[in-house]
């Protein structure tokens, strides 16, 4: 596609509940990258992939955060036993290589709640 | 300390008024720099990237200062439109995140 594409868009959830988030990056950009930004918050790193290169989950803030990349294109975000404070947007970017000369381009992002 | 910081603002300047925004960054070993916008509840989006020679696009011109490990935005003749927050990212290059910073917010008035 054009650009960075995510789905759902928004997500209600109730505690306890696993979510699903879904990225499908632009075609023929190797990186892609997890991050979620919190209401009146920077943006923070959850995860990056590149290739078939093991992924940097250094960012992951708990082990209910998971995340794969199938055929080094679409990538799902998994979110075990919802919190809280797992509410944010969560923002997908992909990126030619390691974007390291490039930057990249995010999705629009799923805006997630858990009641 | 934070990877990069920016002073939050918020900036409140006139229509045509001349805007700059500077941002620190923590790391000596970083390799690249960007300005991303972010207009509210929208995504970030790339703005321009920032070369060590510096460079301008249009009335935006970024510069970057690594002795003292800033990087600088200024806007020209600021529009209705450049309205949003602007966000300050380092890259090490040799590693594989980007540190974004907090986000200084800018609103033109007309």
């Known amino acids: 596609g054009a650009g960075v594409s995510q789905s759902p868009s928004n997500k209600v959830t109730e505690k306890g509940k696993d979510v699903e988030l879904r990225c499908d990056p632009i075609?023929?950009?190797?990186?892609l990258y997890w991050y979620r930004q919190s209401l009146g918050q920077g943006l923070e790193f959850l995860i990056y992939?590149?290739?078939?290169?093991?992924?940097?989950k250094s960012g992951l803030p708990s082990d209910r955060f998971s995340a794969e990349r199938t055929g080094g294109s679409v990538s799902t975000l998994t979110i075990q036993r919802t919190q809280q404070e797992d509410s944010a947007v969560y923002l997908c970017?992909?990126?030619?290589?390691?974007?390291?000369?490039?930057?990249?381009?995010f999705g629009s992002g799923t805006r997630l709640t858990v009641v | 300390r934070k990877e990069v910081e920016q002073d939050p603002g918020p900036f409140n300047v006139p229509e045509g008024a001349t805007v700059a925004f500077n941002c620190t960054y923590s790391?000596?070993?970083?390799?690249?720099f960007f300005w991303y916008r972010q207009d509210c509840r929208k995504e970030p989006k790339l703005l321009m990237s920032?070369?060590?020679s510096g460079n301008e696009d249009g009335r935006f011109t970024a510069q970057l200062n690594r002795a003292s490990q800033y990087i600088s935005l200024l806007i020209r003749d600021s529009k209705l439109s450049d309205s949003a927050t602007y966000l300050c990212?380092?890259?090490?290059?040799?590693?594989?995140?980007?540190?974004f910073g907090t986000g200084t917010s800018l609103t033109v008035i007309p």
């Open positions: 970017a992909s990126s030619l290589r390691d974007g390291g000369h490039y930057g990249y381009t």
């Open positions: 075609s023929g950009h190797t990186a």
């Open positions: 992939f590149q290739g078939n290169s093991a992924p940097d």
């Open positions: 790391n000596s070993a970083s390799q690249s």
């Open positions: 920032v070369y060590s």
């Open positions: 990212v380092v890259n090490l290059y040799t590693g594989n995140q980007f540190y």
